[in-house]
């Protein structure tokens, strides 16, 4: 359906699109310093419009489709171009990140599941899932932090988010390659603007787990 440029080019918007939502959820999470009203009410807000939030999440499940699709096409497309396995494999100008973006891309996809059945389904951690506060919310500050308060779920997290930032680093590099807007005198400049969203979003997004485990931030009610 799409030439080698075009599926180029639909990674490339997908993965904009995927980082977008990366650094707008984490700067959602970031509101748990906040304290339990601003979180518990931003979540309450985007649940009392299920007609949008079932249309974000569509898009963004047909946009995780595209990006996976894209990148297994352009592999296989790869392979077929390439008849002879190489003698020696020794990379050639390449880093341990764009060595290790499928990888590092599939353990995300289960990281993903997991998260989805731990804070959005439930299925993980039921008792803290059905937690509400005063005002008959989801109680979404005290779900959060008792999940991170056990230390096996928030190693997964932190490692997990390690391998995001191993990803967006080189993903975000690649989007400017894949999409021609890069020259080779920007290279640099693309490279650290890479780099800098991947420190951020990992940083701001692991600090919430280590903030549960030290107990800076502390749940209103549950079982710890
Ligand atoms: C420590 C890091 C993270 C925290 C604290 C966190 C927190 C949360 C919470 C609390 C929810 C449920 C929101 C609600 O019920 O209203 C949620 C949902 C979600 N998270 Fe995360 N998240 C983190 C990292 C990530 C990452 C890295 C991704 C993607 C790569 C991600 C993707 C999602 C998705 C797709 C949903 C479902 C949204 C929906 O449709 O309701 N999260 N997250």
Redesign the pocket.
């Known amino acids: 359906m799409f030439s080698t440029i075009g599926t180029k080019l639909v990674v490339a918007v997908t993965g904009v699109v ?1 980082v977008l ?2 650094i707008g ?2 700067l ?2 970031l509101q ?1 310093y906040l304290g339990p009203e601003a ?1 518990n009410s931003y ?1 309450a807000f ?2 009392a419009k299920p007609g949008p ?1 079932w249309a ?2 569509l898009g ?1 499940l047909a946009t995780v489709l595209l990006h996976i699709g894209g990148i297994i096409r352009l592999t296989l497309a790869n392979r077929r171009a390439r008849t002879t396995a190489y003698a020696i494999k020794k990379p050639v100008q390449s880093t341990f990140a764009s060595r290790t973006m499928v990888y590092s891309g599939s353990v ?1 996809l289960a ?2 599941v997991f ?2 059945l731990h ?2 389904i439930g299925a993980i951690d039921p008792e803290n899932f059905h937690l509400t506060d005063a005002a008959g919310r ?1 109680d ?1 500050y005290s ?2 932090i008792l999940g ?1 308060q056990q230390p096996l779920i928030s190693i997964s ?1 932190i490692i ?2 390690g391998l ?1 930032g191993l990803h967006l680093g080189h993903g975000v590099a690649s989007i400017f390659q894949s999409s021609g807007l890069r020259r080779p005198q920007l290279v640099p400049m693309i490279e650290v603007i890479g780099r800098i969203v991947a420190v951020v ?1 990992v940083l701001g ?2 600090s ?2 280590v903030a549960a485990l030290l107990g800076w931030i502390s749940p209103t009610q549950g079982r710890f």
């Open positions: 995927l939502f990366v959820h984490m959602g999470n748990i979180i979540a985007l649940q939030l974000i999440r963004l995300l990281f993903v998260h989805l804070l959005t989801h979404v779900m959060t991170f997290y997990a988010m995001l979003v997004n692991i919430i787990p």
